[in-house]
């Protein structure tokens, strides 16, 4: 045993000499000045001294950061403050080594309560802080995963009863739902979610109750935020009892992705619909160029006053319309671009009122009170033809079986500030407003949301690009779309259009067939569609021209070769069968006659015949069908060209 000091313990406290010495953990007896009195050989393990090198010594083997607490102790407990002090702090050991200890130190007093000396005891902790810091470490890296993984968690408390509550969101997963754990904690399911949606996840909650083990699967939810698509894995946590007292959920939100697939699809379709548009563009618009061909050349061939000239003129226009909607096609296919001019839009709907009338339901009552002259609107007459059918189409169908009236009106609007409505940003300045209504079923909020989705569709078969492409036509024309609608008390739509300062064109449709003028010139007729051919060389030698006829490339070459000095131009079709292709055509009739006249016409776009024809040198060209006055105007300018 250490020899005592003498402000030491004293002899007489043998039992308290025992317990100091023999104890488990270290004590110090410490003078009121710092000094170290007494030593049990625990508190010196703990540092790693011997007693002979802290004995009678003012060593303190507190570590600096923690020296300030310890000096306060002592002095409330001098001070009469506190009547013990407990802390946990650090020593510095000989080797250098940190250790976790927790303090308690004590001021002993004689009988006159006057200081006599600190007893100091410490318990080594390091063990227990350590464990406590590595699991703070877990629980922090835990928590920062859970913050931040970019996947959807949450956490479910799962009652006695079989109910769910929210116990955890994740952030991820509250931006996906909607809502934040704070608003919807210790709530019930079906407290916070719709029914329908309430239903369709505790449905899979309880499966994953059923089958006590993972389960993922996909799900569609009609949220709040709008309708999410996730990837679910669902994890069973049982408590001691092994009771799955909590549903852990890990989501992958796949909205986003699902967004995606849909454009994807829809693009595919688009491109579907060009490829099946260029495909039967050529033979399509050859038949209804031939119809419109053989039309016109009834309607020169009978009286001008006869019966039978209002219903030429009705085929006339149906064919045109008809080559329309084919371009229309090729044009959302991208195969195609539309061709803008200055329109007046009350005319062009006039214009339409025959196939307005024939197209909609017998129970409708089509009223149209369009204004007289107003501004032009600088746009494409097929686009705002078909925009004009689709609106009147879908008015048609909402009315049904019931007796209902699509109203039709065009006046004039001053756009300022630029709000068009529907959150359109317009440039200021004057547009034509052509407002299409209906009396009809109307619509719920839920297909108001949609009717702009591509592919959308109410009907009961058949899916098409519908008001998707409506907006779209507008949008490229600079203009907005508008609606309100209510279930029961039918449909608005506005259509806003800029006017332009240019003058209209005069409408086709209402000029005649053309009068008879003679012309000088030879034209050979290159055209594999029989009936075309046939009926446009008949109405050119009614003009005046001399025409010579050949329905394949060969043919034209032979022609070329035999009676090319007689031709003053050909009028060549792109799209030839096997044999000689439109462009050996075109060279060969370049290499007899360099810069011999030729007018390329195609049921495909002009982008297409620069493509074929590049390096060519290509200046003419007229899209099937055309009108024969169109025809003829192009052949006397070419003809009359140096």
């Known amino acids: 045993m250490v020899k005592q000091n003498k402000a030491a313990l004293h002899p007489g406290e043998g039992l308290f000499q025992a317990i100091f010495f023999q104890a488990a953990v270290g004590i110090a007896q410490i003078a009121l000045d710092g000094k170290l009195l007494l030593l049990n050989d625990q508190f010196c393990e703990l540092l790693g001294y011997t007693q002979s090198e802290l004995y009678d010594t003012y060593f303190d083997a507190t570590h600096p950061d923690d020296l300030e607490a310890c000096h306060d102790g002592r002095r409330r407990l001098l001070a009469g403050e506190i009547s013990s002090h407990s802390m946990e702090k650090r020593l510095v050991c000989k080797s250098g080594a940190i250790l976790w200890v927790r303090r308690f130190l004590s001021l002993v007093r004689d009988q006159d309560n006057s200081p006599q000396y600190y007893i100091s005891v410490v318990e080594d902790i390091t063990e227990k802080v350590v464990a406590e810091e590595a699991l703070r470490q877990s629980e922090l890296w835990t928590k920062q995963v859970f913050e931040n993984i ?24 509250e931006k996906a739902v909607g809502f934040t754990i704070a608003e919807v904690s210790g709530k019930f399911i079906e407290d916070v979610l719709s029914e329908e949606v309430s239903k369709k996840v505790t449905a899979n909650y309880r499966r994953c109750l059923e089958v006590g083990s993972l389960i993922s699967y996909e799900d ?31 989501c992958t939100d796949l909205t986003e992705v699902k967004h995606t697939q849909q454009q994807a699809l829809a693009s595919q379709k688009l491109e579907s619909i060009g490829v099946l548009a260029n495909g039967i563009a050529h033979d399509f618009n050859n038949l209804l160029g031939g119809i419109l061909a053989l039309s016109e050349l009834a309607m020169t061939d009978s009286p001008h006053t006869s019966p039978v000239q209002e219903q030429l003129r009705r085929i006339r226009t149906a064919s045109v319309r008809g080559a329309e909607i084919v371009r229309q096609l090729m044009i959302y296919g991208g195969k195609d671009s539309p061709d803008f001019e200055p329109v007046d839009v009350s005319l062009l709907v006039n214009e339409m009122l025959h196939l307005l009338k024939v197209s909609i339901s017998k129970h409708a009552i089509l009223r149209i009170e369009l204004q007289d002259n107003l501004p032009a609107v600088h746009a494409s007459p097929a686009q705002i033809r078909q925009v004009v059918m689709n609106l009147i189409t879908n008015a048609s169908e909402a009315i049904g079986e019931r007796q209902g009236v699509i109203h039709v009106t065009s006046t004039l609007v001053e756009i300022r500030g630029g709000d068009g409505g529907g959150g359109a940003n317009l440039a200021d300045g ?3 407003q052509l407002e299409i ?8 909020p839920e297909i108001q949301a949609s009717i702009f989705d591509p592919f959308f569709t109410t009907k009961l078969a058949g899916r098409g690009l519908g ?19 209510s279930p029961g008390l039918g449909t608005t739509f506005q259509i806003l259009l800029p006017c332009t300062e240019l003058t209209p064109k005069a409408s086709p449709m209402s000029a ?3 009068t008879m003028q003679t012309r000088a010139g030879t034209i050979l007729v290159v055209e594999d569609e029989g009936m ?38 050909i009028l060549l079709d792109v799209t030839l069968p096997g044999g000689a292709s439109s462009r050996d055509v075109f060279d060969g009739a370049q290499r007899t006659r360099a ?13 297409d015949i620069d493509t074929a024809f590049a390096g060519a040198g290509i200046e003419h060209f007229i899209r099937k069908p055309f009108l024969v006055a169109d025809l003829v105007a192009l052949i006397q300018h070419v003809l009359s060209a140096p």
Request: one cysteine or more; glycine letters at 10%.
């Open 467 to 485: 008001l998707s492409v409506v907006r779209g036509i507008i949008r490229a024309h600079g203009g907005a779309i508008n609606f309100r609608s």
């Open 150 to 173: 970019p996947e959807c968690i949450f956490v479910l408390d799962v009652t006695l009863d079989g109910r769910f509550k929210f116990a955890a969101l994740n952030p991820a997963e």
């Open 512 to 514: 005649p067939a053309g």
């Open 532 to 569: 075309l051919r046939t009926a446009v060389s008949k109405l050119l030698r009614k003009r005046g021209y001399s025409i010579i006829e050949a329905n394949d490339g060969a043919s034209a070459l032979d022609l070329i070769r035999t009676k090319g000095d007689d031709v003053d131009l």
């Open 430 to 432: 004057d547009y034509v």
């Open 220 to 250: 569609e939810l009609n949220l709040e935020v709008g309708r999410r698509y996730f990837h679910t894995n669902l994890i069973p946590l049982r408590n001691s009892e092994g009771r799955i007292h909590r549903i852990a959920g890990c």
């Open 595 to 607: 810069g011999r006249k030729v007018i390329l016409t195609s049921a495909y776009g002009k982008e």
């Open 437 to 444: 209504s209906d009396t009809g079923s109307g619509m719920t």
